[in-house]
């Protein structure tokens, strides 16, 4: 959230924001154009880490049986908590983010509604699409790669504009197949319950094979975004930035493909981290080349 909202400050037409929406209710009385702005940015980190606790809270009570055999010295399979004290957790976690997103804005606030269903699509039946293959990675990479980039963008500037949704979409094409590094270790439980993640459904090789390229292919298209006159920051910065993480996707994917087995053996397994660590370097090499 708050690499979208710098990564719009710095955006062409440069500082340009707008304050008139009825959701703007506290910070159209701070003053000074930088206060607001640091306000509106600072609600909209609050509110998605708001957001996130209520999708991992949600997640654990109906990830209940994988983690028995997958996590069982979390919260709930442990005995620490009960289902329906999560569920309360849930609820108030959900409430925060809806009106903390509507101190932001309208647009904010419509996002935030969107994304939460694709969370507790993720996780909960009727859809529980964790069960349904790459599904699962869509509703992940959706969420959290798009929506919650223009979202940081809404924060400061209209989300109408294509830029926002271009840079949303490299994210989301990363986190398309990046995020399934975490099912590897998780096998065993997810098979439990039925839930065909990539590697159970394909067998850890292929599955290793399937998500290798979405470490690499979702960057060179910063330089294109720059080329074709989308992206508008510095765009040295961001040819450096496309091909820098071009070259990392490329090491994250030898580390991928040397050994597929080991992704199933290991527990939260290197390239994981590295999943984690590209998306950090993603966020601020963004913010960087919007601001310089």
């Known amino acids: 959230m708050i690499s979208g ?4 400050l710095g955006a062409d037409p440069f500082g340009q924001s707008d304050w008139t929406h009825p959701g703007w209710l506290v ?7 930088w206060l607001k702005l640091v306000w509106y940015i600072a609600v909209g980190a609050l509110m998605a880490a708001m957001l996130n606790a209520a999708s991992n809270a949600l997640n654990q009570i109906t990830d209940l049986t994988n983690d028995r055999v997958n996590k069982p010295g979390r919260p709930i399979p442990s005995g620490r908590m009960s289902i329906r004290e999560a569920w309360g957790v849930t609820g108030v976690f959900y409430a925060i983010a809806l009106a903390l997103s509507f101190l932001v804005n309208w647009q904010c606030f ?11 699509g993720y996780s909960a039946e009727p859809f529980r699409t964790k069960r349904r ?3 699962a990675n869509f509703t992940i990479a959706i969420p959290r790669g798009i929506l919650l980039k223009v979202a940081g963008w809404s924060t400061v500037k209209h989300v109408g504009a294509l830029e926002p949704w271009y840079i949303g979409l490299l994210f989301g094409l990363f986190l398309l197949g990046a995020s ?36 690499v292919l979702p960057f060179p298209l910063i330089p294109a975004g720059v080329h074709w006159g989308i992206l508008t920051g510095n765009a040295v910065l961001l040819y450096l930035l496309g091909i820098g993480l071009s070259l990392w996707g490329c090491y994250t994917v030898y580390l991928i493909l040397r050994d ?17 660590l590209m998306m950090m370097g993603m966020q601020i090499g963004f ?4 601001v310089i």
Do not use: R
Request: aromatic share 16%; charged share 15%; hydrophobic share 50%.
């Open 27 to 33: 910070g159209a009385a701070l003053g000074p154009t």
């Open 110 to 120: 419509l996002i935030v509604v969107v994304a939460s269903f694709f969370i507790y």
């Open 287 to 290: 913010a960087l080349a919007y």
């Open 133 to 135: 293959g790459w599904w």
């Open 180 to 215: 399934s590094t975490k099912d590897f270790s998780d096998m065993e439980g997810d098979a439990a319950d039925g839930c065909q993640t990539l590697p159970v459904k394909y067998g850890v090789k292929s599955a290793a094979w399937m998500i290798a390229p979405f470490f």
């Open 260 to 276: 597929p087995n080991e992704l199933a053996a290991t527990e939260n397994h290197i390239s994981w981290k590295h999943m984690y």
């Open 5 to 8: 909202g710098i990564t719009a």
